[in-house]
């Protein structure tokens, strides 16, 4: 918990206005909701969303998870409005290209606070499915389905934020202090895994940015320039992404048990992946779904599909726990000595390789795959 | 930022990209990472050769005993909980999806009160709202008002699988899928050995379907015994199974041709589908099932088993001054009447038992006299009232011999009135009288369990 801080007051006084909006009636008479009841909806699940990741204190009398009904229509808005932020996106760097300076300030600080409604959201519609699992809601699939609707758009809204133009022109709002200011704001358990636009993306991608301009006058042919860069080179900005202690963290102990275990859980919950610099290799650590203190942590290195053999004899070290490549391009690590390395699961799990270590890039969800057939 | 999207969308582009190329091509790397993509579907979909390599694979990543890879193993099992059905679905593009299974399956839930899955592929979802239509069309008041939805089998954890968009055909799971709903309407549960694959058509019956020989083949993997196909196609199964083998002696029967109703192509596979409900599930759900079982075999085996013991056990005035007669003899009439020699012969348990019959019951008591011990029947031939009491009377004294009156117990709930009335005149005076009412359901003409009412009295 943050504690008490003056913008919580603020905070609370925005779920306050949401709770009471008039709008918001149609729910209790049960009847189809128009666009004001919609948009109300939507504004009540962002102001409760912005205390639960802020760490707001709420009042007994302003506290709860949204009705079913309401986070369902909730979720549809928030589907919408995310899908106009898209589109809009796509055509942030024309537009930004034509803006002074201050108009260019505001238009990145509202793509991020954009990104952080949609978030606050997220966090509530999320908390009512939660709730309605457990109970067991025949209301369920509705809610189902407009979650998957406003996932799909907060998706799409990603991708397009972070292709290369869009990327370098939103790296800009790091000469604001908005982004520290949001992770400043956000409760404890928040910043375990932080969304990526906190993460240090952004700032990674302005330091790519920076070296360019270096070396070069701030004017418009110099962003017309790094333009062009970028395009050319969209794998390096990649690199600022970097993996959380926490996707390691959060594995279960194993457990002996008396009683027969049946669970369905398939064996390997994730891939994390880096690439090297030059974009030769890549490394796969498979992360089981439930570990014991013995269990290893093995990181497959790939030339395509195929064992990079040639690294045999490397150093390779996760979170500063060491350990060699053999000869199939395995470097395996043991889950325990991993763990150990961090208390924080926000920290950063770095894979350094070399007698020099150089740091490999993480990958996201977003690089282009190779079939496993491919490149026998 | 936490996701709502759960794993990757799987559409055919999705599967041929993952499930693409030939097993014998696929290195344990690649079955490794073709194992991680396909989740929870991997032990359902994929072949047992690429489960295994995934396997060997993660092996020689982790070590032997390294992580529990269990969940790795081709599915051999398919729920049976209220509710569940499964589909059998054949790989028409071998080529293109080498890597998934010949024939595959899909573990789903009917849920009352609920839609369809968002999940699910929608063309499923319409052949689901097919079958409830045509079931409703039967007149079946069961169905009418109800809403039922169709989901993954949630136990499986396939809910998590976006199959929404795939552009599959599933019209020969309409056997599956309309047994599944009415034992779940029945709140029975299937018996997960009994498979069927039929598609029915409105003016047609149930029609054809394709794959058999890879269905049946999957079938007894999962440890089929029975396999339900259209009645034109049980040749053409029962060659499969022989060209494979014989597939474990798996059964092949018919879904009936011809008829104008779905539950009556069904009638038998529902029979075999369902698992009785057991001794001690609730008298509702026990006495419902025993009011659809199609045959009479069946239905007394079911009675005796799990209901009579429960009835006979009553405590009624009736049943406790049953059980102070030591050593009863029964007298009972044969009728049409359902199932009533069996109760009057089950309550009362004698030493010894006497079937009367005429000529029309003659087989019938025939039929009842080898199936119950110390039973003996005999025909009577008189119609008037005068000569039956006199006829009656004969029968019983050389039915009784030495043994007293009042051991005697006369059963006057079955045969008609003249017989009855007759029979009553002629047993002898000390005799217990027996005499079981019970409500019947209308459609079936069968007594209805557990609302038996047993009267007892002395003849004075």
Redesign the interface.
Known sequence: MNGYKPMDEIWLEELREALADPALEAFDRAEPCGEEARRAAYNLAAALGRCRVFGVVIPPEMEGTLPLPMATVAAEEAATVVTEWAEEAQALPTKWDSASPEEADAMVAEVVESLMDSYFVMEVIWECYERALQENDPQMPQLEQALDKFGGAVETFDKILQQPEQLAILATVCSLPLLENFRKCLADEYRAILPWWLDGTLEAAAEQVARVVEATLPSAETWRRVREWVRREPRELATPRRHRAAAVLSVPWAYPVAAEATSVTPPIREFLEWMSPDGRWRARLSIPSMAKEETPLPVEFLAGEQPAVELQGTRVRLAGVEAQIDAEGVARFVWSAIRQAFSDPDAELILEVGEEPIEWVALGPDVPEQHPNEGK | ?????VNEKVTDTWLT?VC???VR???P????????RM??L?PWWLRKEVLEAAREH?R????PQ????S??EPAGRVPAECGSCWIVLVNKDLEHLGLLRPAFVLPLRWQS???????LPASLCKVADRVLEALRQDQDDELTTEQW?LAPAP???LAKH?LSELGWSFESAWASLAGGVLLARWQGKPDATVWASGEWKEDAGMIEVNGLPAKVQVAAEFGAKVFFVPEEQREEACAACKEQGGLGGLEIEPLAAGKPKLRDALRDYLARIEVPPARDAPREIRQQYFLRIPTDDLVREYYKKNILPEVREGDSAAIRDLRSVEGPHLVTLVSKGFFLVDLAYGVVRPSQCLLLYNSEMAEEAKANANQLTHCTAREFFQQEHTDLVEEFSQLIQDFLGDTPPEKLVVDMTSGQRIMNLSLYDAVPRGCQILCCQTEFAPKTRRPKPFTETFHLWKKS
Request: glycine share 20%; aromatic share 6%.
């Open positions: 930022m936490k996701e709502a999207t990209k693409g190329g030939s091509e696929l290195s790397r690649g079955a490794y990472k073709v194992a991680c989740g929870r991997g993660a020689r990543l982790f070590g390294g992580i529990d890879l969940n790795w009160g609920r839609t369809h899955h968002p999940h939805g136990e499986e954890l976006d």
